[in-house]
């Protein structure tokens, strides 16, 4: 029944060594989001895709990119992870019909950068 | 950039009793979501609004475009209620992302 899905739950990696999360969705939403959420804090908008158009939030580190291959599949790469990037990263999706569009949130990925 | 502001951030209370936490944001919007998040990371969405009122079982959001303020109450309350409740707004169109407040942490205490 999961709608939104993160792989991995739980993702260690090592200063500096390239990390990929994995998002899909069943929900056929063309809108997919990436969120970043710091320990004790408010989770924050890295980017998002509507459709294929790819829109990057102005503060966002250029050590994030992302890739949707296809609607159902969205990935984030940290390609030089520093322990400031240590976080939970939240994907969320959303669909065209109305406006504004309700969103729904993956479980999640628990990164640790060692 | 629009900022949200939540109170209380921490609240205890006893079973059966009415919760009330509030948010309050400082440009308009398109609209504002209420979201619990359980340890362990995964966010529900409870309500979406854009005025008025909602009611979801014993949960019951309210809105004020003018004062730019909005309120979940939770009728009842129980121990598995305990979660963290997010206030979070959109502020352009329907495929903006969401800008979040810090959360209010409710525990409720059998």
């Known amino acids: 029944d999961a709608m939104v899905i993160q792989n991995p739950r739980y993702q260690v990696t090592q200063f500096g060594k390239p990390v990929t999360l994995s998002c899909s969705q069943t929900?056929?939403?063309?809108?997919m989001y990436w969120y970043q959420q710091k320990s004790s804090q408010a989770p924050k908008l890295l980017f998002h895709y509507y459709d294929k158009d790819f829109n990057n939030e102005a503060d966002t580190p250029d050590n994030f990119q992302s890739r949707r291959p296809n609607t159902s599949f969205c990935f984030l790469d940290i390609r030089s992870p520093g322990l400031g990037d240590a976080a939970m990263y939240l994907c969320?999706?959303?669909?065209?019909?109305?406006?504004?569009?309700?969103?729904?949130f993956g479980p999640g990925t628990r990164l640790t950068v060692t | 950039k629009n900022e949200v502001e939540q109170s209380p951030q921490n609240l205890t209370a006893q079973e059966g009793e009415f919760i009330t936490i509030n948010c309050s944001y400082s440009?308009?919007?398109?609209?504002l979501h209420w979201l619990q998040q359980h340890p362990g990371g995964g966010i529900v969405s409870l309500f979406m609004l854009s005025s008025g009122k909602k009611k979801h079982g014993r949960l019951i959001a309210t809105i004020n475009i003018q004062e730019k303020h909005s309120s979940l109450h939770i009728t009842a309350s129980h121990p598995r209620d305990s979660a963290v409740y997010i206030c979070a707004v959109q502020t352009g169109g329907g495929a903006d992302g969401l800008t979040f407040g810090k959360g209010t942490h409710l525990i409720i205490q059998p």
């Open positions: 969320a999706t959303s669909r065209e019909g109305g406006n504004p569009y309700e969103q729904y």
């Open positions: 929900l056929n939403h063309n809108v």
């Open positions: 440009v308009g919007i398109s609209a």
